[in-house]
């Protein structure tokens, strides 16, 4: 993003073309772990907020 801060999907893409496969399969569940994490928080604070006597939600993919 700037000099000093880098992205990491940008750090993910460098180490592979070094082929430094290992911190970027560290960075890849970095990621998919702060995806999940946001999801759920998401999914909590909708939770909270949902209409009295809708339907409850029972899974993080709708069911």
Do not use: C, D, K, Q
Not at 20 to 39: Q, R
């Amino acid at each position: 993003v700037s000099i000093n801060w880098t992205l990491i999907t940008v750090r993910i893409l460098e180490n592979m073309t070094e082929l430094s496969l290992g911190p970027a399969a560290a960075f890849s569940v970095l990621v998919v772990v702060i995806v999940f994490v946001v999801i759920l928080l998401i999914s909590g604070l909708l939770r909270r907020f949902r209409a009295v006597g809708a339907v409850e939600v029972t899974s993080i993919l709708g069911g």
